[in-house]
């Protein structure tokens, strides 16, 4: 008898206005015991929908409108809270995105686990705590013992993700779903993280629901994969088929859009459209008149002997987040800064854009000449920035269109009338429709966020933006989307990019020439090409070792 | 019902309705609001009679209960006090000195405060300590006794009564925006204006305040139901609003004497004006912040 059956599963959110939203539609799923399924889809697409109804977490605005789920031979579809209380942590267990958040901030690692067992299993005391230090033995957490006394902000994110792990199996459970479980984590870590957790589930026993947009995980996991969009099962089967041979379009776009890190393609081949309108045209031409392309061997950027030291809390404490870092920039090409968490990349941009003050001795330059950090506003028609988090970059209090052009109008480039066209002639270049000027940033996805941020940047026609991990809060196929745009722009205006990114696939697919920063000094340099394929440091190898690969042949593992 | 929506002005409202829709304590207390402010707006249209102009009031009036009968053959409706004053006049000219005070002091207060808030957000540094420590200052002392306090350097007067509670209402306003404002600055709209080589000043006004007010906002009314009871306070002490222009706490202070000789609807009847309007001014404020609130959450 399979583990879990859904059959038909339908479930609807009220909206305010007493509609109903239909997150599911007639989903269906088998899952046996011991297997790894994957759900796969776009933010939205309603997979974490289904996580939570199989704990019963759902919200009190959702409701199962059709169709049951089988736990064995129980339909959870109809349990109540109280029955539910009893199978979950206990038969079916949760592990969610951020370690960090699901773990009690003040309770010791080692409380949380041994209340866990105590509350799961028949062991007390020390027999409690010698379970526990077996289960993160077997969690491959080093030095077991100590960590049990450690708080959760004393260990890194893998580690927590490791504890977590370790206190979902305590309780032995059948199923575990997990949400998005290495997303939150550096890619260094999370091919380590996922390996301990398909081993665990092979040496439990323990089935797997696997929630994730990321098709590289789906196939270094997956036994089976469930590929789901706007709450619609698109296609389901063993992941060597799906992946190798989907049959269905949107599948199809889905693998297109993950960018590789072994080849560069000149575009990614998903669908977007550019409508060569008037106001697309009187756009691209403002940009052209104002951003001067020469192409060429002439280094525009020059940094020389970055260093910058953040004051601690007590005197004479520092921490030293950049280290003597030069690097030029020619102009034309896309740069790239790779690294990972707390490498320093952010800062560099911080630093060049003026947002912090660099320590004494460094020299920035622009075209030859160094940078004066109190001319903003001189500063601001040459560099320019895009954010990571789309949804903190815009003013919320402002529309999309005064988002854009309030700087330029600020400083008198433009008069405010020319001004509302030429917004929304951006948005066009950007490939957003006019209308979307009169609307707030609340009304956008965080891909059209995106978009609206880029074309900020642009108004102010800038020699040189810098790209702070523009894509990396999007889902992949939107990610796809806003690379290919930035392409088409650097292509049609000669733009100058400083790609900041920690994902060496999406580094591969923009840079010409990049950098490889660990713990604020860079350790490599090169053309994309050479370093990405042949990397001289073993740091660099590492990287790209941990890189999730969609295994495009077909063989099951 | 859809008839009507379709009009341009109602469907501006409907929002506003919705607000109140379901609740029936708030929507009295809405319908309490404005009535308060239509009597104190209208109150020499509404009141039967100046009671300030000395020479419409007759001190063979004095003293008459409710619904007694005057020297002219009218009638009224609340009593009159010692100098035959008539109550309901009093209370409804005292109802507009109460609100101006309070909205006035509200006003003053939640302003300078909103500025000095941002500026600190803003420059932090010493310009930020100095104003905290200000603040710190300010709300140690307890508000009543800061205001006795400024009114025995300053004299009476209702300019004065209008500083003295607007000096107890910026420091909480200051706190609150620049509590708001530094976790709006760590944003990356704020960031990106600076690289926009965008003014400080323009920074503050239109990027800090819209995206910093909300919390101000939901205490607004809250702050104004303060106020007035504050102003009531001091007038009851003597230390209020001149004679010439009596509040409610002035009214209730002027019939104290007479309570325990029976003349109670001197003291009472304002009394119960003021608990009325503040209660009324308090259900709505509340309404409005629970709904203000999943928006404040939301947005974090």
Known sequence: ?557 | MSASMSEPGLRRLEPFRAIFRGYPAAAAGLVGVVICALIALLAPVLAPQNPFNQNELDIMNGLLPPMGEMMDGSVSLLGTDAVGRDILSAVMYGMRTSLLVAILSVSIGMVVGVVLGLVATMRGGWVDAIIMRAVDLTVSFPGVLLALMLLAVFGSGVDKVIFALAIGIWAQNARLVRAVGLSEMKKDYIAAARIGGISDLRIMFHFLLPNAISPVLVILPMAISGAIVAEATLSFLGVGVPITEPSLGLLISNGNDYLLSGRWWISVVPGLVLVLMVLSINVVADRLRDHANPYLQAKG
Do not use: W
């Not at chain 1, 002639?425 to 966020?449: I, Q, T």
């Open chain 1, 1 to 557: 008898m399979a583990l879990l059956t859904i059959t038909d599963l339908s479930i609807a959110y009220g909206l305010a206005d007493g509609r109903e939203l239909e997150a599911i539609k007639d989903f269906s799923l088998t899952l046996q015991r011991g297997q790894i399924v994957g759900i796969v889809g776009q933010s939205g697409a309603g997979k974490s929908t289904i996580g939570k109804a199989i704990l019963g977490l759902l919200g009190e605005n959702a409701r199962i409108s059709d169709g049951e789920i089988l736990l064995g031979s129980e339909n959870i579809a109809r349990f109540s809270e109280r029955q539910f209380g009893a199978i979950r942590g206990k038969r079916v267990g949760y592990i969610y995105q951020n370690p960090m958040t699901a773990l009690n901030p003040v309770l010791s690692v080692g409380e949380q686990l041994i209340e866990a067992i105590e509350a799961n299993t028949h062991r007390r005391g020390q027999a409690a705590r010698d379970h526990a230090i077996a289960l993160l033995t077997s969690a491959e957490v080093s030095h077991p013992e100590e960590r049990l006394s450690k708080y959760p902000h004393q260990l890194s994110g893998g580690l927590c993700q490791r504890i977590v792990f370790a206190i979902a199996i305590a309780a032995q459970p059948d199923l575990i779903i997990a949400d998005e479980p290495t997303t939150a984590l550096d890619v260094t870590v999370q091919q380590a993280v996922l390996g301990t957790l398909k081993r665990l589930a092979l040496q439990e026993q323990i089935a797997i629901i696997l929630i994730t947009h990321d098709m590289g995980v789906v196939s270094q996991m997956c036994d089976e994969v469930y590929v789901l969009s706007r709450g619609r099962l698109v296609e389901h089967g063993a992941t060597a088929r799906i992946i190798g041979a989907p049959r269905e379009r949107y599948t199809r776009d889905l693998m297109a859009a993950i960018p590789s890190v072994d080849e560069k393609r000149p575009r990614f081949d998903v669908l977007d459209a550019f409508e060569e309108t008037p106001g697309r045209r009187r756009g691209i031409d403002y940009l052209k008149s104002g951003i001067a392309s020469d192409v060429g061997q002439t280094i525009l950027l020059s940094v020389r002997d970055l260093s910058k030291t953040f004051k601690g809390e007590k005197r004479g404490e520092g921490f030293r987040a950049l280290d003597q870092v030069s690097f030029e920039v020619i102009a034309g090409e896309t740069f790239g800064i790779v690294g990972e968490s707390g490498s320093g990349k952010s800062t560099i941009g911080r630093a060049i854009l003026g947002l912090v003050e660099p320590d004494a001795g460094a020299t920035i330059s622009l075209a030859g000449r160094a940078i004066a950090s109190g001319d903003r506003k001189g500063l601001s028609q040459r560099l320019q920035c895009i954010f990571q988090d789309p949804y903190s970059s815009l003013n919320p209090r402002m529309d999309a269109g005064t988002n854009i052009i309030y700087g330029i109008v600020a400083q008198g480039l433009v008069d405010r009338r020319s001004a509302r066209v030429l917004a929304e002639d951006l948005l066009e270049v950007v490939g957003l429709p006019r209308a979307a000027s009169r609307k707030m940033p609340h009304a956008f996805s965080g891909g059209e966020r995106q978009r609206i941020g880029i074309a900020r940047a642009l108004a102010y026609r800038p020699e040189l933006i810098f790209c702070d991990e523009p894509t990396s809060a999007l889902d992949v196929t939107v990610q796809a989307e806003v690379l290919n745009l930035l392409k088409e722009l650097q292509e049609s205006l000669g733009l100058t990019l400083v790609f900041v990114s920690h994902d060496l696939a999406v580094v591969r697919q923009m840079c010409d020439r990049l950098i490889v920063m660990k713990a604020g000094q860079i350790v490599e340099r090169g053309s994309a090409e050479q370093v990405l394929t042949e990397p001289g440091e073993p740091y660099t190898g590492q990287l790209l070792a941990a890189m999730p690969r969609v295994l495009r042949s077909a063989e099951p593992s």
